[in-house]
């Protein structure tokens, strides 16, 4: 924009100043400050956290993005508010503003430069989806992207109106309401849905995926340090969708195991009563499924609080 | 420009050129360019909506989710009656685009006989479907296939129904204007316009009749031939 | 179709085969009362939605029935229906038609455009578009504030994490209705009111191509309303705007209020996008050439393209929302072989060309005021209409984007991460445009041109913030919560209704021949600014802090950010007070006449004296330049208003030469 046309004095008689060069060197600090502040003191506070690979992807996308943005945001305003200072109307001035209709060079660079940024923005989503399988993000049943190495750690997603339970098939797939993961290792989600679509949202890991009835949505994930991830739903799915949250547990190996192997016994009379691991349930399997709440003194999970989404035979 | 209609006026065994009849024509003409255009545009706007039934046809089809895009055991439509459905509007349409030429020559009867026939026709396909719609062999939610069946086939009878009502209209209008006004031009503006605009609605609903006798094909090919 | 052939000029020598003797009295008027009007449309609403009902219990009071609550959805489905085709009935939509059916002449244009002067005819199925444009206008203004009041309701109950004003299921209904509301009726906030009205006095015509359609597509935003909102009476619909299925094939009779209104709300849009398309291309005076066409034209042309091609697929998916509700298909039900990706596709497919259609007005507005107060030709005209029509194109290649996380083809999520990219090209150029044309400009500082500015800070935020969306590992963070709500109201409150608001007190002079108070107009707008971006600012705080959409509780921790929203929400709905303050007493009371060009504008429709006459123009216009020639030394006037006899003539028959050959 700055180097659009001449320096021809005005009616003054006064040279005009070089605006462009006056706006370009009120924009240089702003953008620099700018993007030295998200880079430095902001971008390690960004969303969601580094508490896991697909979160740190997601928190440098985003840092990455910002730097890229505050530039461009910067030159605009900072055009914006020069243009409305210097080039404002004077009491008096009856005159028309000089009559450019456009000026080719300078459309060629902004369209040039805008093309420029967008396709290596796009380049680098890409890099970014394909890197740490997938992103954290639900990739379907068929997941393209994934970790390398052995079977990552299975741990079954279920939602339904209006709570999450966990399966961990690898374990002789009983069902819990409390998501725990060890540090270190792959994770794979198997999201599923008895009912409505929700979405799966583990926050600090950086993991959504929605969850559809009869469909399984794959997301991987790999949490790095230990801790506490809130899990949400994000995707409305009726009355008390506010209320689909619970806390998940990232925790050492040794206590994974642990955890894994008193949940077995002590879940084993409950497990025999559930359909066996499936990646996707009938919808029939509420009530059996829902069971794992009764135990837990909760209530509220059974699906069907709406109508019945299965057409009716007269 | 539409078919039918003649060249602008201005000719000059018309009443001498006035600021009046000036605009009258041009805003003429420029009624009889929104027909020629309107129509083209609500083809586009159709494709669209049909086009999402198609689309819901091939998604559903590929996904087979459950097995249940069309299962073996569960019926489908009466073959026959999809067939003479496609046929009775196709034939519908070629009736009327035959008579089209004939109206062209002068020949009005000809144009009025075959557009009665055609508007025959066209209700007798939706007479049909609406019949196969209230005796069908299946439950519309026995599976995908019946769905897009059962949602599909009211929006073509809808759309065929409003075409038949234009073409109704068009029967009675033609009924004051008399045949020869179809090879020369009028004495009067009043007149001409009004053959004018006649003729450019009428290229117009062959336009559009035409076009749903190609959907006809298309919803027969996919709901009949290859379910 | 059939019945927009008819006459639009009686005063035409000579008799119409069939119609009536030129000199003929006209037919005696009805009383008031027997007249159709508002009246006999709630009459006919009524009737109709009874007969619907009964047929409803009728055909499936046996077997269908919405759990805990004795009704049937055909019922209430076909009660919408037919109420509204009752209403429509009762306003002499279908009396014309049924003229032709029977082959009587067809009386309606003269017994619209003579018999019902003054008020009376803001309240009839009127076919003169600027009565449809007030129409539209205080159409649109009512829907604006009753979604506008849903929101201060839902800010209300965001005040605190704990503490509930409304159960979690009034929230969720307010939720839906609110954005329901506002996504279906904003569509035509600014093509209703401004375009209808304005469209024929900018390209120098005297009407529109088909005034039916025209006013129809107006008469079904009331029925819309009408039955959006009775779904409150339901206990309003647990799914939001985007009606996912299974829920909204689940959910009671609020579902079906939603489905019929979105549908009938398609249609109107379709109607409305058909009538512009087919006047810009066939009404445009001689001289008016593409490249002359003014960029707000062009801004209504795309959105116009954009309206007609994909509402019908809306149309099409509320129908088979439909009927999975009432006939029983299984469209959406993975088990009987549909999909709930289905849905999903669909309503996107539908759902973003809308928030262009949504965003493109705007871009036409502010782009058309802005060079009539910088006093400078706008800059780049071509770039401007070439970014808006490849907005238009890219449009329809980018809805999976909404998808990124339902493991909807996720091989393909980089296409569309690329194509959401790239239309942020074209969006940008009304950056460029907007810049170029400050350059050595002598701004002045008008309440439109304070909109307009504003429109271009808002929209800046809200594109920008668009990009981090369109990257699939920030979305995975981003989807889904108020972030993505934050990003949204920044391109439509901030842009959409800014834009509309700069274009109103732009036209209102033209339209109604009375200026706003302009005191008033510059506390609206800096209370409008400062607390728009005050409720919305931080919201994409408090989301990417991990709130999602449409709860009525959230973090504990999030409470003093929520707070400080709603209150400036609750300020927002004053300014908005303010503004109708201003447009009652402005319009009402105060009543200051402004007849001639008060912004000294080139633009064609500021050539004629305000309101318009009748008929708009005394003679077609030939223009002669383009509409932003400030500053041009020798620049010729926009138009020749009364050009000699010939010189229509000629122009027509060379266009009709130059079609021929084509
Ligand atoms: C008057 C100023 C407005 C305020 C204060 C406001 C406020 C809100 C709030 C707080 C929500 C989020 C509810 C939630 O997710 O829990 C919301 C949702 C929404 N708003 Fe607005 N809004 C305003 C104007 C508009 C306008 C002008 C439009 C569009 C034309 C609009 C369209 C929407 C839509 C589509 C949703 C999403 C509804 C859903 O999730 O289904 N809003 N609004
Ligand atoms: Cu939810
Ligand atoms: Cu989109």
Partial sequence: MPAADGTVADGAGRPEPNHGLRIFLLWLPVALVADLLIWFVWGPHLPPGAMSTSAATQQSAIKIMSVMAAPVMALVLVYGAYALVVWRHREGDDEDGPPIHGNTRVSVTWIGVTSVIVLSLAVFGTVELAGPAGAGAGEGNTPIWRPSGGTPLQVQVIGQQWRWTYRYPQFGGFETTSLMLPVGENVQFNITSLDVIHSFWAYQLGVKADANPDINNVAYTKPEHTGQVQVRCAELCGLWHADMTTVGQVVSLSAFNAWTATARTQLAALTKELPPYTLTYDPNAVAQLGKVFQKAGLSGAGGGFYGSQYPVQP | ?227 | MAIDMQPESDRQPGREPGGREPDAPPPPARPWWRRPAVHTALAGAVIGYLLGHLLGNVIAGQYSQVVNSGQNDYAIVLGYVLGTLGWLAGLGVFSDLLRQMTGRPVHATEEARDASAGLARYFRYSLDHKVVGLQYLVGMIGFFLTGGLLAMAIRTELLSPSYHVFSSATYTAIVGEHGTMMMMMMSSLILGPLGNYLLPLMIGSKRMAFPRIEALSFWLTPAAYIVLLSGLMFGGFPFGWTGYAPLSVQATQGADAYAVAFGIMGISLILLGFNIIVTVICYRAPGMHWGRLPIFVWAMLTTSFLMVLAAPVLVGAMYMLITDRTVQTAFFTDDLGGSSYLWENLFWFFGHPEVYILALPGFGVVSEILPVFCRKPLFGYKVAAAGMVGVTLLSFFVWQHHLFDSGINPDMRPVFMLTTELISIPTGFIFLVAMGTFWKAKIRFTVPMLFALGFYFNFLIGGISGVYLSDVPADTTEHGTFFVMAHFHYTIMGGLIFAFMAGLYYWLPKMMGIRLNQTLGKIHFWTMFVFFNATFLPLFAVGMAGQPRRVYTYARSLETLNDWVSISSFLLGVSILIFVFNFVYSTVIARVHEEGNPWNSRGLEWQVSSPPPPGNFARVPVVLSGPYEYGVKDAPPVADLDPPLGVISNAYAAAAAEGAEV
């Fill in chain 2, 1 to 227: 420009m539409s078919e039918t209609a003649t060249p602008p006026p201005g000719t000059p065994d018309l009443p001498a050129l006035t600021r009046e009849s000036e605009e009258a024509n041009f805003f003429h003409e420029a009624a009889l360019n929104a027909t020629w255009t309107g129509v083209r545009l609500a083809v586009g706007a159709l494709s669209f909506a049909f086009g999402c039934f198609v689309f819901a046809y091939f998604y559903l089809r590929s996904l087979n989710s459950h097995g249940m895009w069309h299962p073996a055991g569960v019926k489908g439509p009466q073959p026959w009656a999809g067939a003479v459905i496609m046929a009775l509007v196709v034939v519908s349409a070629l009736v009327q685009y035959v008579g089209l030429t004939r109206i062209k020559a002068s020949k009005k009867g000809a144009w009025q006989a075959s557009a009665v026939l055609a508007l025959v026709l066209g209700l007798a396909a939706i007479g049909l479907q609406v019949w196969e719609l209230l005796n069908l062999h299946f439950f519309p939610g026995s599976s995908g296939f019946s769905s897009v069946f059962v949602g599909a086939t009211p929006v073509f009878v809808i759309v065929v129904l409003a075409a038949m009502i234009w073409l109704e209209t068009l029967i009675m209008r033609v009924r004051v204007i008399p045949a020869i006004s179809f090879v020369e031009q009028p004495p009067t503006y009043a007149e001409a316009f009004a053959v004018q605009r006649f003729q450019a609605s009428l290229s117009a609903f062959t336009v559009l009749w035409n076009y749903l006798a190609v959907v006809a094909i298309v919803f027969w090919v996919l709901f009949y031939l290859t379910a």
